[in-house]
């Protein structure tokens, strides 16, 4: 490391940073015409080397800015152990940070083993850190090659009767983790858990999916009767590099749920390392999510899992607005405390499916046959007011399609939703309802939908769930619209409409979606996922779009100036920066910038999410060099 610093600071001002030419999120490192990405799977470390290598000719190459101690004090951070977790949970107990506290909240799930920081680990200074938490793709060959990867998944995808996959959305979603570990030499022994079994239940093996996940990974994967013992000590150590061995369904065992720690050592001992990609299991503490990061290091958090979050997280902290949520499906009691807390988040709430009812009856509508939760009829009187006083548009379908019975062959009409006739039951919206949602959905910039507008399994009763996924199509392909599609049917009913890839997100989570929408803070997490705000093109994290015309001579200023505690400053997401983390230069920068520098920190450092430029530029740009 000394000698990357060193040969780097002989480049001195010959690298500059060219953000505004930055494409796919990648910072872009010119040297002399020699261009290096930097990308959130490639690693600072060599792009630096490689940068380093070009010193030779640095001197005469045109330098704009003050980049060498920006990239410095990038080495600089490398060096310097994290700060313990400690010092977030000390943030959170301040008053004087709440608003902070709040932005981020959400971000913490109990085994997300997240943060973004592209670190190596191959730095054997660096070795303390192997215990932080952070994504795979800071993981590299040399991390990874002939290491034994224990791969926690969620590999709950619905079976029908003679086991066969019905959906395999979940195994797909799993796929690049895993390759990419496979693709740097490693073996990995892959766990997961399949529905709720009471004990060993053949019904929950998961068997089945070896053969399509041996077909998306392209190698055969190995399969053990066991998730713990003997049998997969052997098939784990006859591991070739690049192979896959697929546990047995890992909640044969009660100790799984209950997070015993001897279970959890056991299922570790047969691994080097941890990667948890389950994003739907995220908020559930269990042996294999949570218990076996005692036993291995690193711990890192899988694609999927750093997806899932960076979109959910993302469209609830900060939407882009008219911000719409659909909530359907039949489950009115878990879905309550969801509509609650995103009245407090929306501008729109449309309300479908089967939870449309307790709603009607409520407000002295007659339902019919229709599902209706009774105990439920107060708390959707009181949603119906609070989202007055918020001043949520809230869409209760006016027409719905009425059936004599619950049957694919039921007969059917339109009614309105203020008289289903006695006997019939509404199991889908009306075209009307369509209608407005369409006309309303128009006007929205972020769209979040769990659960299908009616019995969509029923081809008779699928035309609300199948125009809302029409609908949200054409919004994100047409008109940049975020779409984020949660829930087990919502996400089938899509894929069943051939959608799919054409929304912005398909969340593999249920619960764990939910949680996140509905603002929870999942326990015990061990990770702090922090968005800090944007300086580039759009934040993965946040979402937010900030356009602003930087030159790079600004950028360098911005690079010198500040720096976040732990991690490179124009970073992962595309130069996000946490006001709350930026600390003075080392070793760099005028006294006049460092008195900037204090002066920022002074008055940004309680205000946490977004990174507002334009003071600072306005600030820095009448003392940078050229000006
Ligand atoms: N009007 C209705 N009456 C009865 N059932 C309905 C009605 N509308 C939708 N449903 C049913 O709701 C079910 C889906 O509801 P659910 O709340 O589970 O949604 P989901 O998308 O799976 O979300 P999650 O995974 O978060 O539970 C579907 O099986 C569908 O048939
Ligand atoms: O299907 C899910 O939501 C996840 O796999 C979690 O399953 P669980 O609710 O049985 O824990």
């Known amino acids: 490391m000394n000698q990357i610093k060193k040969s780097f600071s002989a480049f001195g001002p010959a690298i500059m940073i060219d953000m505004n030419n930055a494409r796919n999120r990648s910072v872009q ?41 920006f990239l410095l004090l990038f080495l600089f951070d490398r060096a310097k152990p994290p700060p313990p977790p400690a010092s977030y949970k000390e943030r959170e107990r301040s008053p004087r940070r709440r608003s902070h506290i709040e932005s981020f909240a959400v971000w913490s799930l109990p085994n997300s083993n997240l943060a973004l920081a592209p670190k190596s680990i191959s730095d054997p200074r660096e070795q303390g850190e192997m215990a932080t938490k952070r994504s795979v793709g800071t993981l590299g060959e040399a991390d990874l090659r002939g290491k034994k990867v224990f791969v926690r998944a969620d590999l709950n995808v619905p079976l029908d009767d003679a086991q066969k996959i019905t959906d395999d959305t979940r195994i797909r979603a799993s796929v690049p983790t895993i390759k990419f570990l496979l693709g740097n030499g490693a073996k990995v022994i892959l766990a997961s858990h399949l529905g709720r079994p009471k004990g060993v239940t053949p019904k929950y093996s998961l068997k089945p999916l070896v053969p399509r996940l041996s077909e998306l990974l392209g190698v055969d994967v190995v399969m053990s009767n066991d998730c713990i013992g003997e049998e997969v000590e052997k098939l784990a150590a006859a591991l070739p590099d690049g192979g896959v061995l697929l546990l047995e369904n890992v909640r044969f065992y009660k100790e799984e749920e209950k997070n015993d720690p001897d279970f959890a050592k056991k299922l570790a001992s047969v691994a080097d390392l941890y990667v948890n990609d389950a994003f739907g299991t995220a908020h559930r503490a269990h042996a294999s999510t949570e218990g076996v990061t005692k036993f291995l290091k690193p711990a890192v958090a899988g694609f999927l899992m750093q997806k899932e979050l960076d979109y959910l997280v993302g469209a609830v902290a900060n939407p882009k607005k008219p911000f719409a949520a659909i909530v359907g499906g039949s489950k009115v009691s878990s879905k309550i405390g969801v509509i609650e807390s995103l009245l407090a988040k929306v501008d729109v709430l449309i309300l479908g499916g089967g939870m449309i009812f307790t709603f009607y009856k409520a407000q002295g509508y007659a339902v019919g046959k229709s599902l209706v939760e009774e105990d439920k009829l107060e708390l959707a009187t009181s949603l119906i007011e609070k989202a007055k006083t918020k001043g949520v548009a809230l869409l209760l379908p006016t027409d719905v399609v009425v059936a004599d019975k619950f049957a694919a062959d039921a007969e059917s009409k339109i009614v309105p939703a203020s008289s289903i006739p006695d006997g019939w039951m509404g199991l889908d919206v009306g075209p009307d309802a369509i209608k407005t949602f369409n006309e309303t959905l128009d006007t929205t910039k972020t769209i979040i939908w769990n659960g299908p507008m009616g019995v969509f399994e029923f081809e008779k009763f699928a035309a609300g769930t199948d125009a809302i996924a029409k609908k949200l199509a054409e919004l994100t392909t047409t008109k940049g619209v975020t779409t984020i599609i949660g829930g087990g049917d919502s996400v089938a009913a899509v894929e069943k409409a051939g959608l799919a890839d054409k929304m912005s997100h398909i969340s593999t989570g249920g619960g764990a979606s939910l949680e996140l929408l509905e603002g929870k803070t999942l326990p015990d997490l061990g990770v702090t996922l922090q968005c800090r705000g944007c300086m580039n093109l759009r934040c993965r994290i946040c979402l937010k779009e900030l356009r602003i015309t930087r030159s790079n001579q600004e950028l360098s200023m911005l690079g010198a100036v500040l720096v976040p505690e732990s991690e490179f400053a124009l970073g992962q997401n595309g130069s996000c920066i946490d006001a709350t983390n930026i600390r003075r230069p080392i070793g760099g920068g005028s006294r006049e910038t460092l008195a900037l520098a204090d002066a920022y920190i002074r008055d940004h450092s309680s205000r946490p999410t977004l990174f507002p430029l334009a003071p600072l530029r306005r600030r820095l740009l009448p003392r940078s060099p050229s000006s």
């Open 29 to 69: 490192l010119s040297v002399r015409g020699n261009c290096f990405f930097y990308s959130p799977n490639n690693d600072k470390v060599e792009i630096i080397q490689k940068a380093a290598a070009f010193k030779g000719g640095s001197r005469d190459a045109t330098a704009i800015g003050v980049v060498a101690d």
